[in-house]
């Protein structure tokens, strides 16, 4: 690897927030990537710059670990990344930590949040394993934790995407970080009109309540939802809104197509269990369009409740989605737009890059013999 910085990702697998965070760290520091994983095929060309990631290719490196887990096989090929003397490295991912020992330089970790499966969801994830896969999990998760307190506790800065996630970090690590928001590229989501229809945009997992979302709109038959993302339980959600030609599940979607989307809504609907920060209600504010958010997690630091859209009661039911769809109709989000579009430019992706460069800049000031590298 060069003596550039490095920006180190746990797996390009789908453009997602991280994934941009990443992305915009790289380019704001002219910084290499390197990441555990790489799905090509899943990013359009220009998505890098013509740089794409450097993959340590877990799976090809490990393929007995990576048979049991592929994030066994990320852990085993982070912990033996080639030692790098670097200017600079910032890890955006939560097993990019396990290289922590191997890096001579200053490192940074940007905290999306302490990995769920360890901490407030390690019983829920539990769970969902077999018995036979139970004790081996308790296991590799124990050996995981250990080695991830020790990495952040060894960065010479931890900086937390949202105030929810640094109340994680202080509950969890006893950590102090500060607060850099992720990037939202505003300029990227024009409003385009109004059509008649609603938007969820999430991830379609778990933990993401689309079937909550899905579900409210099967009893709203005047009422229009896209569905545009895939995941775990997309096959459910698609179960759930058979027979209901108000919904169309989509699945994932190009950027472009996505954008106008998100344009012409007439608001998005998004409401994750206690979220970390949450890109796309920022997006959706950016193009003018409020969003039916819930109480929870990141949304309560992005969605003013009255202002640009609706917060809803924590952990909301289908009744609770379909009260807030009949509240925001079309005459009322439309008066919400220039508020939605002066709260996403708080986020937008210069306040990102200016924040974390300076941190970057005082990371490696504090270091003896620490270079500037491409900060500018």
Not at 192 to 220: I, N, W
Not at 284 to 305: D, N
Not at 314 to 333: F, K
């Amino acid at each position: 690897m060069s003596r550039s910085p490095l920006v180190l990702h746990d797996a390009f697998a789908f453009p997602g927030g991280g994934e941009l965070v990443a992305v915009t760290l790289a380019r704001a520091l002219g910084a290499e990537l390197v990441t555990g994983f790489f799905d090509q095929a899943a990013f359009p060309a220009e998505y890098f710059d013509d740089q794409p990631p450097r993959s340590l290719d877990a799976a090809g490196r490990h393929p007995l670990a990576a048979r049991l887990s592929a994030t066994l096989a990320m852990c085993l090929a982070f912990e033996g990344l080639p030692r790098v003397d670097t200017p600079l490295a910032v890890h955006s991912g939560a097993l990019t930590l396990l290289a922590q020992a191997r890096i001579q330089g200053p490192q940074i970790l940007y905290c999306h949040t302490p990995p769920r499966i360890l901490y407030d969801h390690r019983d829920f994830y539990l769970a969902r394993q077999s018995r036979l896969r139970r004790p081996v999990y308790r296991l590799l998760g124990a050996r995981y934790r250990r080695r991830y307190e020790a990495a952040i506790r060894a960065m010479d800065a931890v900086v937390a995407n949202s105030e929810t996630v640094r109340r994680r970090i202080r509950e969890f690590l006893g950590l102090e970080p500060e607060v850099v928001h992720p990037p939202v590229d505003t300029a990227a989501f024009p409003n385009l009109g109004q059509e008649p229809f609603y938007l969820s945009t999430a991830r379609v997992d778990v933990l993401k309540r689309v079937d909550v979302v899905v579900r409210a709109f099967c009893d709203l038959p005047d009422k229009r939802l896209v569905v545009v993302s895939g995941g775990s339980e997309l096959a459910r959600v698609r179960e759930i809104a058979a027979g209901h030609p108000n919904i169309e599940i989509r699945g994932w979607t190009e950027a472009a197509e996505l954008r106008r989307l998100i344009g012409t809504a007439i608001a998005t609907v998004y409401i994750p269990r206690d979220e970390d920060f949450g890109i796309s209600p920022v997006e959706s504010m950016a193009a003018g369009k409020p969003v039916i958010g819930v109480r929870e997690g990141g949304l309560t630091e992005t969605v003013l409740h009255g202002e640009t859209g609706i917060l809803l009661p924590p952990d909301p039911g289908p009744a609770d989605v379909a009260r807030a769809v009949a509240e925001l109709g079309p005459a009322e989000a439309l008066g919400m737009r220039a508020a939605c579009q002066r709260r996403a430019a708080a986020f937008d992706t210069a306040v990102f890059i200016r924040n974390m460069q300076a941190v970057a800049k005082r990371v490696m000031a504090g270091r003896p013999g620490a270079t500037q590298g491409k900060m500018d």
